[in-house]
């Protein structure tokens, strides 16, 4: 009996180690607060990674297709309740990640006898104006983060490989919005891809300084063939029934 709760301590262990191993080939999600709204970009893949999950709250994630959908209809239908038994303006990001989604996954994260959820994800809440912006990074065991205010135009990433998150978040100075329109939000969000990218493969001692600050050059590091997924928490939509929308690369600049 005295063994027991160190085997379950090893379990656990093992079971970070496999999760880890499993997201490691996740490409990074990039999320940037500016005037406009909060742009989401990330690289195209078979399966969808970016979505709309109320008025104006939206999901980045990387992971297991199968276990994306999971979170993304448990945080769906907990907006939706909350709307309904509330209020829209009572749903908020930080009630549904300390209430619902943290727990659960916490919950799936320390159950060893079952499939482990491969996920990594960031919840982003538009507000009226990009100070009362915030977005969560959240992660398989539970654990969160929240960004708000005027960090958020530095942008915030979440990566495959974990170190490439916590090298981010340890660097500074961080890069600011020279300009704060779509385009320069774009270009900005692209830069912060591209090193999350280089930071995750065989680059790893790229620094951010070193990443290309032309379009074409960011494109050609990302790979000829490379498509991007983006959306956007559209601030001039905000009050209107969805914020969400799908800019165009032109819209963009990419």
Known sequence: MTEEPYRWLEAITNRREYIEDQL???LPVVALSTEPGILLLTIKTSTPKLFEIYDHLALGTLGHPADIEKVRQTVIDAAH?????????????????????????KAA????????????????????????DALWRLDY?????????????????ISG???????WISQNPKPSLERHDLKAAAYSALRLLVWAKLRGTKDQGVDFSAVPTDIAPLKEKLGPDTALEFSLLDRALLGQ????RVPSADELGL
């Open 24 to 26: 490691s080939p996740g």
């Open 81 to 105: 309740v909350d709307g309904f038994t509330r209020s829209p303006a009572d749903v908020s990001a930080r009630r549904l990640v300390s209430y619902n989604l943290a727990p659960a996954l």
């Open 109 to 132: 994260f320390e159950q060893i006898f079952a499939a482990p959820l491969l996920f990594r994800g960031i919840l982003a809440e538009l507000g009226p104006k990009p100070a009362d």
């Open 141 to 157: 065991d539970g654990s969160f983060t929240a960004q708000a205010g005027t960090e958020l135009t530095h942008g915030t990433v």
């Open 161 to 167: 490989p974990r170190h490439v998150t916590k090298e």
């Open 241 to 244: 029934p969805i914020a969400y």
